[in-house]
């Protein structure tokens, strides 16, 4: 970008599409079921659309990732495929099942984990008490309140692997709020797979980590059960390439493109989107932080 100031605006479309381009068709199912199948869903909050009308099929052990600018919607797709949010319409199809109406905890029982963007964890209990609170799917009241701690024993077996199984079984007896941010955003995960998931949804799971640390989590979500499904919101370029081979675009909350991550890394709107023109130099990096 020789010469040329980035605008405020630069991380957005000179001209809103209108829907999804016809020239992306969604995944090849190539025998595969279908995981997640979103039909016109759209989000508004008061006079704000923040998701229109978008429609994906995402097949079974799908690496399959969600890009956008600040702002796009990507993280209210999630939260209306999570449950935490009501879409004003649309469908969304867990396994072939409508889950459109159910409640987060029931989709969790159906095979929905997630992270947020904003770590959620409680920094004062340890590693073990955290992943505990989330093989056992409860909030910390209920185990304060309903049950002794050597109830849980049970499940400490479980709890053992999945730390041993990512690196953090020598932290276990630590305070979450003692671990290094890369710790921490690695712990999110493995609370998430605490519920034994079959449809996982990452959003920014590389946000703030330094290049090693951005490393460590590649790997980690690298060595995952290939039968899983995997959906990532992500803006670094780079852990997005090393985890998904399938990638669709956001704006204004609208679907502009989606295919292999190759081909749309290369498609001229996410070139307008992530460098302000169409034009400009090739670059691994978004032009924003990718933190928020
Ligand atoms: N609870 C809310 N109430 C009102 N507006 C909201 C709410 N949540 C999100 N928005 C708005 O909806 C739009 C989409 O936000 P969203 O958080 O989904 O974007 P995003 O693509 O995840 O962005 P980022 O890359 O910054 O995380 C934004 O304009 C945002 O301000
Ligand atoms: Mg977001």
Known sequence: MTGQEVQPDAGRLTERPSAGDPLSPPPPLDGREVALELDSITCRFGELTAVESVSLTIPAGSRFGIIGPNGAGKTTLFNVL????????????????DVTRMSAPERVR???????????????LTVRENLTLAVMGLSRSKLQLLRPWRTY??????????????????????AAGELSHGELRELEVLLALAVEPKVL???????????????????????LDPDLTI????HDMQVLRGVVDWVAVLDHGELVTQGPTAEVQRHPRVRELYLGSAGAHDRDEPSRSGTS
């Open 231 to 234: 959906i990532m919101i992500e």
């Open 153 to 174: 024993r049970a499940h400490q077996a479980l709890v053992e692997t999945l730390a041993a199984s990512f690196g953090l079984g020598g932290r276990l007896g630590r």
């Open 82 to 97: 999570s449950g935490e949010l009501r879409p004003v319409s649309g469908t969304v199809k867990l396994f072939g099942h």
């Open 110 to 124: 159906l095979g929905m984990g997630r992270t947020f963007q904003v770590v959620r964890l409680f920094n004062d």
């Open 201 to 223: 949804l990452l959003d920014e799971p590389a946000a703030g980590l330094s290049p090693a640390e951005r490393v460590d989590i590649q790997s980690l979500l690298g060595r």
